[in-house]
């Protein structure tokens, strides 16, 4: 007789743990070659000679390094499928499946036995790996052993949370290879839902062409967010020559992130039980089990792979002939409702096992998805919820950049909310922009790039294809939604604080480079430079700074730094008159103030985390035939005797490229 109180049954539970202990081993050699076994070996020389020793570090800082460098959900989201596929393995085999449940056991022992042997594989190699981490840490003198069982914590969660999802997976189907597949699906079913509309966004929305950059991973898909958002956080600060360590801290984040993690687990756990009771024994081997993730699964499959696959027809088809904006987003509109309806029984016949889905029934649930996927494209078109014309409000704005030419970060409220205006103003115009840019696809123009870093940590990307605002084609309303842009960016006093820097009229000037173009033999040359070895350090900088004043007298009259919309080909040859082939850089330096980098900030090349401060930055500069006040100061300072050493790009290519032109 079967009990019906019982949530345990021993007998069980030893067979499950002999089916699949060699998991719980294989994980458990290699917890213990990640953690003890390579700090112990990392560590193993740290005498006077050591790198690590020389720089400052402590083994307590060694320690959290190691530490907070470990997987955490990367290893839970394996274990799990794995521990948990072989312990439920019965509920896909038909013999195996009725044998078991023909036993004097209740489905509800079953089901959490199962699930406890799953996390005792699952977690004791974790416990056991901790606790020789533990020792190994303190035999090396290591303090501050807690940021061990911190890890452990965080991999424990997301074990449990794993191992809940993939009991969900294993429950919704009939196969176990398809279970697996509906695991990964459910772990990265947000992300990939926002892939789809993000590509959709990309090939068919103006200005969203970068929409796949700039994914911040949520909170929906844990293997990808725990990792940011719950982890030891190790900081080490080294001095300004990277010689040594002057500070350390660290940080135990996301605690309140998996107690949420935790308590959702422990839900889905008990629906997933629900499912287990009342599960058919007859559905083994069904592609989906569940009768209410059927048209879920059906309809899905058939919305957004079609979306993302009319997007590529309609980009496919442009590809071979020119299309209007509304034309292409036409192509793309259709071809996703014939994808949709083909995929929709396609699933159907996964679903129920046979070719004989085309029936009235289906046809009708099949037209209310095509209306509604059909609503959903056109609301897409028509910008219904504004992706198009976002633009973040002010308080939301942690700062604004926009790259052309050269890139500019602004920070300062009154500069982002004028570049927010600037922004809706050029949105105002988006049908004659737009329209344009598609109609004249073969004018000369580029492309510009805006970013806001919002201060809840998410990046708003927008890609621009813009053409020369002095081209024929170009209405009035076209230069007077684009050129307030680059009247904004041409600004003298912005060239000079974003793309000099923030230091520039308060620093040094350590070092200065113009390269002379020499001949030294038929159709070959040297790029000259004059290094000054006979002057001091001081004199040296004196002379870079003067250079450096008149220089500036040069971005003041718009003679350098000058940034347009139009392409590399539009007026080449003019161009490469007046644009010299000689080079010219100089390091700006001030040792009381950190130097604010708007590249490194707009590409996020810090991806979040502190960087050690900057004090000095080299910039480049492409010199022209207008800089005159910047020619005459590096003539006066002796960088070059004469004018034969310099040379435009189009006498250079010439005289040494034999480039006709």
């Not at 394996?78 to 038909?94: P, S």
């Not at 038929?522 to 700074?545: C, I, Q, R, V």
Request: net charge negative.
């Amino acid at each position: 007789m079967q009990s019906k109180t019982s949530f345990f049954n021993m007998a069980l539970f030893k067979k499950n743990i002999s089916r699949t202990w060699i998991v719980g081993l294989l994980y458990f050699v290699l917890l213990l070659l990640m953690l003890p076994v390579y700090f112990i070996i990392n560590t193993a020389n740290h005498g006077e000679d050591d790198w690590y020793t020389q720089m400052g570090y402590t083994m307590e800082m060694r320690l959290y390094e190691h530490i907070s460098l470990m997987p955490t959900a990367l290893l839970g989201i394996i274990v799990a499928i794995i521990v948990t596929g072989i312990t439920f393995w019965y509920l896909f085999n038909r013999r195996d499946n009725y044998m078991m449940h023909a036993f004097p056991v209740s489905r509800k022992s079953m089901y959490f036995t199962g699930i406890l042997s799953s996390l005792t594989v699952s977690l004791v190699p974790v416990l056991l790996a901790s606790v020789i981490m533990t020792i190994a840490a303190v035999a090396e003198g290591a303090g501050g052993v807690s940021c061990i069982w911190y890890w452990a914590l965080i991999v424990a969660v997301s074990t449990l949370l794993f191992t809940a999802i993939a009991i969900f997976s294993l429950m919704t189907t009939g196969q176990l290879v398809t279970g697996v597949i509906f695991y990964f699906i459910f772990n990265f079913l947000y992300l990939m839902m926002e892939v789809a509309f993000r590509m959709t966004a990309s090939l068919l929305l103006y200005g969203l062409g970068g929409a796949m950059n700039g994914i911040n991973y949520k909170i929906w898909t844990p293997v990808l967010y725990i990792p940011v958002h719950a982890k030891i956080e190790s900081n080490i600060i080294y001095d300004d020559m990277y010689s040594k360590v002057i500070e350390f801290g660290h940080e135990f984040i996301g605690g309140p992130l998996l107690a949420g993690y935790a308590v959702f687990a422990v839900v889905l756990i008990i629906v997933c039980y629900q499912l287990y009771r009342f599960k058919k024994l007859e559905t083994v081997l069904d592609f989906i089990a569940v009768p209410f993730i059927k048209p879920i699964f059906s309809v899905g499959m058939s919305f957004f792979i079609s979306m993302v696959g009319g997007a590529f027809i309609a980009g496919m088809v442009e590809a071979l002939t020119p299309l209007t904006y509304d034309g292409r987003f036409a192509i793309a509109i259709v071809s996703s409702l014939i994808l949709g309806v083909i995929i929709y029984f396609a699933t159907q016949m996964l679903i129920e096992k046979t070719l004989r889905v085309f029936c009235f029934k289906k046809a009708v649930h099949c037209g209310i998805y095509t209306l509604a996927a059909l609503g959903i494209l056109v609301c897409m078109r028509l910008d219904v919820i504004g992706v198009e014309n976002r633009v973040p409000k002010l308080e939301d704005i942690q700062w604004a950049g926009i790259q052309v030419d050269y890139t500019m970060v602004f920070t300062d409220e009154m500069d982002i909310e004028a570049f927010r205006q600037l922004h809706q103003n050029f949105l105002a115009d988006k049908k004659e922009l737009r329209n344009i840019n598609y109609n004249y696809p073969d004018v000369d123009g580029k492309t510009f790039t805006i970013r806001y870093k919002l201060k809840n940590g998410d990046i708003l990307i927008r890609d621009y294809p813009v053409i020369n605002t002095e081209a024929s084609v170009v209405s009035s309303e076209y230069v007077a939604a684009t050129q307030p842009i680059l009247d904004f960016i041409n600004n003298p006093g912005r060239i000079k604080e974003h793309i000099i820097g923030n230091i520039w009229n308060n620093c040094e000037i350590t070092s200065m480079n113009f390269g002379g173009i020499i001949p030294y033999e038929a159709g070959d040359y040297t790029m000259e430079y004059n290094s000054f070895d006979e002057l001091t350090t001081g004199e040296k900088k004196e002379k870079f700074k003067r250079v450096y004043n008149e220089f500036l007298k040069d971005v003041d009259a718009g003679n350098v730094f000058r940034q347009d919309f139009s392409g590399y080909d539009y007026m080449y040859e003019e161009k490469q008159k007046k644009t010299f082939y000689n080079s010219f850089d100089f390091t700006v330096y001030n040792k009381d103030i950190n130097y604010f980098s708007d590249t490194d900030t707009f590409w996020d090349y810090s991806n979040g985390r502190d960087m050690t401060a900057m004090h000095e930055q080299t910039i480049y500069a492409e010199l022209n035939t207008d800089c005159t006040n910047t020619l005459e100061a590096l003539k006066n300072e002796g960088f070059y005797e004469n004018e034969d050493v310099i040379m435009t790009n189009y006498e250079f290519s010439k005289k040494y490229e034999n480039y006709e032109y």
